[in-house]
């Protein structure tokens, strides 16, 4: 899956604030996404992330 930095990801599951969309800033074995509502950091594995994506929107 191609995700890279500042890439915007909508997840199957919203975050305990309720906001489902998140910002990647971080890509390694770990991705670290930072909620864009209450600005909550988390390292959360590749592959849990890659199969709970919905969309990613990518600002070029």
């Known amino acids: 899956m191609d995700v890279r930095v500042n890439d915007k990801l ?6 305990p604030c309720g906001c489902s969309e998140f ?13 864009t509502k209450c600005s909550h950091e988390v390292m ?13 929107i990518r600002e070029e």
Not at 10 to 15: C, L, N, R, S
Not at 23 to 35: A, E, Q, S, Y
Not at 44 to 56: C, L
């Open 10 to 15: 909508i997840m199957k599951k919203p975050h």
């Open 23 to 35: 910002l990647v800033t971080r890509i390694g074995m770990d991705f670290k996404i930072k909620c």
């Open 44 to 56: 959360v594995p590749r592959k849990k992330v890659e199969k709970n994506i919905k969309k990613i």
